[in-house]
């Protein structure tokens, strides 16, 4: 199982990611969760650059205090990016307002392009914030973070068993493709390929769907009823006040400067 949340993205190809401890990770993981999402909150619905530029440069600051891994992060944005710039591009010429240029006849407007613009900082921030504050939680850890902040059980659950048997289920899929590998097998561009990448991923829901079963009939012989009983106690330390005293002065500034 990964370690962190961060490494479900990358254990499909078999990459070991490695996180060194941080001043985050000492923080409670419910109140990590809280600040991220008031945070996320602020700047979503945020219509001023200024508090926008700051959200970014914030969470570029929890990025450095969490110590991501800089290529990975770069990376992971930069992903976030490419689809991104399609709503750069199409915005402009799809919102009414005064002309900024004009590409073929069609007229960009100078809305359409800070609108744009606004969005792109936005994503930025809460991403940069989620990756620094959640994405270093084991998914374990962020589950009952979840359930003691009294989340639904079934998501609660969802998530944990996602998280989980995502790994599983891409051991599955690299075995398999070993196996047509050894048979000389080649993705080409005709009928044959299409075929075989067709029951690839049919016998790829077959076998999740068996192992789901003897999982969870596992399970009922251990004594599930529905609901994992959560044996941790989490509580809030000097660490956990200190960041609140910044943090929550720092959102209330922001959510003031949207009102100036």
Known sequence: MPQFLEHSGTSWKGQKVKHDLSVIDKLDPRLRVIMVTLFAFVTVLSENFFVLGVGVLV?????????????????????????????????????????????????????????????????????????ALVGTLSATTLGHALAHLRVPDKLVHLLLFTVRYLDVIGQEYKRMRRAMQARAFVLRTDMHTWRSIGYLIGMLLVHSVERSERIMDAMKCRGYKGRFYLFDDMALGADDYRFMALFIPLLCILVGLNFL
């Open 59 to 131: 969470g570029l600051l929890l990025a450095l205090l969490a110590q991501l891994n800089l290529k990975r992060t770069l990376r992971r944005v930069i992903a976030m990016d490419m689809f991104m710039i399609f709503l750069v591009i199409l915005l402009p010429f799809t919102t009414p307002g005064e002309a900024l240029f004009t590409v073929a006849g069609v007229s960009a407007s100078k809305a359409g392009l800070l609108h744009a613009l606004m969005i792109l900082l936005k994503a930025h921030a809460v991403v940069l914030s989620l990756l």
